[in-house]
Nanobody, 115 residues
Framework: QVELVESGGGLVQPGGSLRLSCAASGSIFRINTMGWYRQAPGNQRELVATIRYGGITKYADSAKGRFTISRDNAKNTVYLQMSSLKPEDTAVYYC?????????WGQGTQVTVSS
C-alpha cells in the first residue's frame, strides 16, 4: 500500500506563484512515475504534468512554460512549481503515483486563483 500526502495549496492572485509538494510512503518500487492531475467542479480530472523515476517529464499544453515538475527520489517526493497563475488554474490538484499495475492518489489540495 502507498500513501500520498499533498501540501502547498491555497489562495493566490492572478499572476502569482505557488509550489505544491507530495510525499509518498509505503511499498514504493524504484521504477515509478509520479504526477499531478487537477479537477475543477463539473470537469473531468485532467493531467497537468508527470515525471518518471529517471527525470523524463510530460506537460499538458496549458502547463507548458508556466509549471515545472520535479522529484526527489531519496525523499519519494514530487513537486509542482506553478507560476503566472490564471483563474482557469483553479481546481483541486491531486498527486499520483503509478507503479507496476497500480495507481495511487492523494487526497487533493485546493488551488484557488482569484483577486
Amino acid at each position: 500500500q502507498v500513501e500520498l500526502v499533498e501540501s502547498g495549496g491555497g489562495l493566490v492572485q492572478p499572476g502569482g506563484s505557488l509550489r505544491l509538494s507530495c510525499a509518498a510512503s509505503g511499498s514504493i518500487f524504484r521504477i515509478n512515475t509520479m504526477g499531478w492531475y487537477r479537477q475543477a467542479p463539473g470537469n473531468q480530472r485532467e493531467l497537468v504534468a508527470t515525471i518518471r523515476y529517471g527525470g523524463i517529464t510530460k506537460y499538458a499544453d496549458s502547463a507548458k512554460g508556466r509549471f515545472t515538475i520535479s522529484r526527489d527520489n531519496a525523499k519519494n517526493t514530487v513537486y509542482l512549481q506553478m507560476s503566472s497563475l490564471k483563474p482557469e488554474d483553479t481546481a483541486v490538484y491531486y498527486c499520483n503515483l503509478h507503479q507496476i499495475l497500480m495507481d495511487y492518489w492523494g487526497q487533493g489540495t485546493q488551488v484557488t486563483v482569484s483577486s
